[in-house]
């Protein structure tokens, strides 16, 4: 009896070399074996011969699938070889979902600009395309493991799968794009975060400046040369992480759009157009002696402007990233700005514009303020252990005293309020200081030094309008301690990077994954739930039994 054998109808391309004399010879014996093949299948149209239609020779052996002849005990086998994914930007099941977890080499073409999955591997027919990206992002169960990696990922998201003050923390429980182990590209592991050094060193020039022309601290005899190396050094940081941060977005745009929609990084958006309000605000007599241009005004706070639009608006209409869901202390520093923009509005001339920018600064800062303070149930908790990240909250009552002085030219009672409320708050942090240990040194620790700069500042302020002892030593006091922590941050950075080598670690917060791709085992609670009820509509019955039983003794009595 003639035994019969079906072959799955997909069709298989033969790769293997074949001499031009031999091709006139095989076409012969690949028809007939084709007609086998199709005339070897059940059904109606069994007898009926099909064309064979095989697909061109231009597949590509890393990601195509062919067919390897070989003679094994009289017949022949078919082998697929395997994919490593490369070609498709890293969506290889494993080297996404495990985050490289296997010691595979990561492709980090996903996070680069307009890094597309059409335009690659052009030469594949579409519809193997198509489907060898729907298989690979679909797990064992066959539900889709994540629709796109370029999508904008969510706020809540970042809140599910990170951790920390700053969010830049995976959790255990969650995988990641890139492999963890494996040292990614420097621009990848460059973040935004590094605008904090240029914040800090600029916020420098702004005290040494006032240290250096204020009546109140006159007796100390500070050069303005302290004023002019701050202010250069500042300058050349700027210079420098924003070159830096250029390249990682023409090269890596998509890096960029995670950091954007990251509910602490966005804030940090804001900061080049503080620092250069910071450097046109101190900028060092020997280099200029005329007042600033209105120009400069608008080219620094133009931007600022249209981005606070943005943001404000998102708080505004609610959503995914209303202000009680993405609120944090960092979210002080899309204020702070008008503060700064107020201050620089005020010395080019244009006091009006000063005004209109304060207001709105403080109208906001007293939003959140109390959304921070609260802690509402909707949004997200923040950490109980304290971190330098609350120093923000110094910042922005520090620089609307400073800008209310220098709009009205008095340190009356609206900013001498301001200065209270930020020393109330400074002091509250200092308090404290023993549980600002054990934390682990960031770039980002640099943006937490301007605040307490600011509020030194508005001392310095404060002892003009109120010149006593006390008033003095404690513009003295703030400005040695922050210009201390300056110190010690500059000493650790230059540690880090140039010593230890680690000042740039692997960026995990851009590498999340849009959905959570391993679900929680939750218990099956049904039977437990059974139990119980059961158990407890026992007791109340034997209680109930009980307590009827003295009742019917006490009728019978």
């Not at 890293?90 to 996404?96: A, H, K, L, M, W």
């Not at 992002?137 to 998201?157: Q, T």
């Not at 959503?319 to 503060?339: D, E, M, Q, T, Y």
């Not at 030593?473 to 950075?493: H, K, N, P, Y």
């Amino acid at each position: 009896m003639e035994q019969k054998q079906s072959t799955p109808r997909s069709n298989f391309a033969d790769i293997n070399e074949v001499v031009p004399e031999e091709e006139a010879e095989q076409e012969p014996q690949q028809q007939e074996n084709n007609n086998k093949r199709f005339t070897g299948n059940r059904g109606p149209n069994r007898g009926r011969q099909r064309p064979y239609r095989g697909f061109s020779r231009q597949v590509s052996l890393e990601t195509g699938f062919s067919v390897l002849n070989r003679e094994s005990k009289g017949r022949s086998e078919k082998k697929s070889l395997p994919r490593s994914g490369r070609s498709f930007a890293g969506f290889e099941t494993r080297g996404i979902i495990n985050g490289g977890g296997d010691g595979r080499k990561g492709d980090f073409s996903i996070f680069r600009t307009k890094s597309t999955l059409s335009k690659q591997n052009s030469l594949l027919p579409s519809v193997i395309r198509e489907r060898d990206i729907e298989n690979s992002l679909r797990g064992e169960d066959g539900e889709a493991k994540d629709e796109s990696i370029n999508e904008n990922v969510s706020a809540g998201r970042y809140f599910a799968a990170l951790r920390g003050p700053e969010l830049d923390e995976v959790k255990d429980n969650e995988d990641i794009l890139l492999p963890k182990e494996e040292k990614w590209p420097f621009l990848l592991r460059f973040p935004i975060g590094c605008y904090g050094i240029c914040l800090g060193l600029s916020s420098q020039a702004v005290l040494w400046l006032a240290l250096a022309k204020s009546p109140a601290t006159h007796f100390l005899h500070i050069p303005p040369v302290i004023n002019l190396v701050l202010w250069l050094l500042a300058l050349v940081a700027l210079v420098s992480v924003s070159f830096t941060y250029m390249l990682k977005c023409i090269f890596y745009f998509e890096a960029i759009k995670r950091e954007y929609f990251h509910p602490v990084r966005v804030n940090f958006f804001f900061a080049p157009w503080v620092v250069c309000m910071f450097l046109a605000i101190s900028v060092p007599p020997v280099l200029t002696r005329e007042p600033l241009h209105p120009a400069i005004w608008c080219v620094f706070m133009g931007p600022y402007f249209f981005l606070e639009l943005k943001i404000y608006g998102q708080w505004l209409s609610g959503g995914r990233r209303r202000l009680c869901k993405v609120a944090n202390p960092s979210s002080h520093l899309s204020i702070v700005g008008n503060f700064v923009g107020a201050i620089l509005a005020s010395k080019v001339g244009w006091n009006e514009a000063a005004k209109f920018l304060w207001a709105v600064g403080f109208a906001h800062y007293l939003v959140v303020f109390v959304t921070l303070y609260q802690r509402l149930p909707t949004s997200e908790a923040l950490p109980k252990e304290l971190h330098p990240v609350y120093s923000m909250f110094i910042a922005a009552p520090s620089a609307a005293s400073i800008a209310w002085n220098t709009i009205y030219g008095q340190f009356d009672g609206c900013s001498r309020t301001c200065f209270f409320i930020a020393l109330f708050l400074y002091i509250s942090l200092v308090v404290r200081i023993n549980f600002f240990t054990g934390f682990k040194f960031s770039v980002a620790w640099w943006s937490y030094t301007f605040p307490m700069t600011t509020a030194s500042v508005a001392t310095i302020k404060y002892a003009e309008a109120v010149p006593c002892f006390t008033s003095r030593a404690l513009a003295l006091t703030l400005s040695f301690i922050s210009s201390a922590m300056v110190c010690v941050l500059f000493v650790s950075t230059l540690l880090h990077g140039f010593v230890w080598q680690s000042l740039f670690p692997n960026d995990l917060a851009i590498a999340i994954t849009n959905k959570r791709l391993t679900k929680e085992k939750k218990p099956f609670k049904r039977a437990y739930d059974l139990k119980r009820w059961g158990k407890q509509a026992l007791s109340k019955k034997i209680s109930a039994e009980k307590d009827i039983e003295p009742e019917d003794e006490s009728h019978h009595g």
